[in-house]
């Protein structure tokens, strides 16, 4: 498993821009699927989208599917969730996830055994 540290969090206004950064511990992230999930209060944790280990492919949840890009930094460990074009539905807490097995099917909660802290994104309308 590797350690996940999540960065850029705050407050945006609606049609905002914002971009998370997750650093990872490890000499061996670019194995690594890297991914975000998000979770809204009073809902359950959602798939926003996945990077592979190369950086070649990306999957995102429709709901993000032309605002949000994942992209990664293999020499720094680093992955960032670009989200552009803000909506208020996007609040959440924002969380960084890795693991070895990369898939497009793969996008729940458990297929992923390394998670960040967390970082709160707030958008107002």
């Known amino acids: 498993q590797v350690q996940l540290v999540e960065s850029g969090g705050g407050l945006v206004q609606a049609g905002g821009s914002l971009r998370l950064s997750c650093a990872a511990s490890?000499?061996?992230?670019?194995?690594?699927?890297m991914g975000w999930f998000r979770q809204a209060p009073g809902k359950e944790r959602e798939f926003v989208g996945v990077?592979?280990?190369?950086?070649?492919?990306?999957y995102y949840t429709d709901s993000v599917k032309g605002r949000f890009t994942i992209s990664r930094d293999n020499a720094k460990n680093t992955v960032y969730l670009q989200m552009n074009s803000l909506k208020p539905e996007d609040t959440a807490v924002y969380y960084c996830v890795a693991d070895l097995n990369y898939g497009s099917r793969r996008r729940s909660a458990s297929d992923f055994g390394s998670w960040g802290q967390g970082t709160q994104v707030t958008v107002s309308s």
């Open positions: 990077i592979s280990g190369s950086g070649g492919i990306t």
């Open positions: 490890g000499r061996t992230f670019s194995l690594y699927a």
